[in-house]
């Protein structure tokens, strides 16, 4: 997956991101580098991905989600075919 964003200077923002030490500062963050737009689409990717791993149907998660099919189906395969990414949060925030 690091090869898609290769040649492009990421780091900086991700490091952004580890640096934030609560909710009011991610808040703060995100409101000044994303559109409210920008964040409930990221926001409604994750919600979808849990449902998703929690084996909900799709009809369920566009109901609760108002995610479109072709979301929940680029959500479904970055879950089966992706990084791992997803599952890494998963299982922290389920540790907590």
Do not use: P, W
């Not at 909900?56 to 990084?83: K, P, Q």
């Amino acid at each position: 997956m690091h090869e898609k964003f290769k040649g492009m200077d990421l780091d900086y923002l991700f490091k952004a991101v580890l640096s934030l030490e609560n909710i009011e500062e991610c808040y703060a963050f995100f409101d000044d580098i994303c559109t409210v737009q920008e964040l409930r689409a990221i926001s409604q990717r994750l919600h979808v991905a849990k449902m998703l791993s929690q084996r909900r149907v799709y009809s369920d998660i566009v109901a609760e989600t108002g995610a479109s099919t072709a979301t929940i189906s680029r959500v479904n395969r970055s879950l089966h075919y992706g990084s791992d990414g997803y599952k890494i949060v998963f299982d922290r925030i389920d540790d907590q």
